[in-house]
């Protein structure tokens, strides 16, 4: 199985005063981990991302040849109206982990802070977006339900969290 690095940038931008969206910048594909890092240093020296110290800099890595959004999409016209056809909330925690497994990102508020889900390759990425050392990684979507949220974890606040974004 031969896998390669995705270096991405990125960063919040205000669209109104209730709308925020991610913007993220794929940067290079990379042959190992070691390289994507130093590529990040370089990065970090140039206009725009040495402007932006809420940006945040990832990369992931992928197997070649795998299909990663064999589900498909979800529209989202540029005022951020989500076309779907599902439930605000998560029936319960089987209905959150079959969402991620099909390659659901997911972007919620809870308790007035924003944070966002994001499968990638075989992990799946949690985090408070306005804390960019908050981001966890786990191995399934099961594990991602201990994420810690103040004095509860994301499997205790399936019905209660406020979903901003859902793409399945």
Known sequence: MKTVFLLKHSHWITL???????????????????KAEAAIEFY?????????????FSFDECEL??????????????????????????AD??????CIRRGCELEFS???KHYYVN??????????????????????PREALNYPI???CLGDILQEMK????TL
Do not use: C, H
């Open 16 to 34: 109104d005063e209730n709308l925020t969206s991610d913007e993220t910048k794929l940067l290079g594909i990379y042959e190992t981990k070691e």
């Open 119 to 140: 499968p990638f390759g075989y992990r799946v990425s949690v985090m408070n977006v306005d804390d960019e050392n908050s981001e966890i990684q786990y191995d399934t």
């Open 44 to 56: 970090k020296t140039l206009p725009g991302f040495k402007d932006l110290p809420e940006g945040r």
């Open 93 to 98: 925690a089987d209905d959150f982990i079959d």
């Open 163 to 166: 979903i901003i974004n859902r």
């Open 110 to 112: 809870y308790n007035r």
């Open 65 to 90: 040849n795998k299909n990663y959004w064999e589900e498909g999409f979800i529209a989202v016209n540029k005022m951020g109206d989500v076309f779907t056809d599902y439930d605000e909330n998560f």
């Open 150 to 152: 103040g004095d509860k």
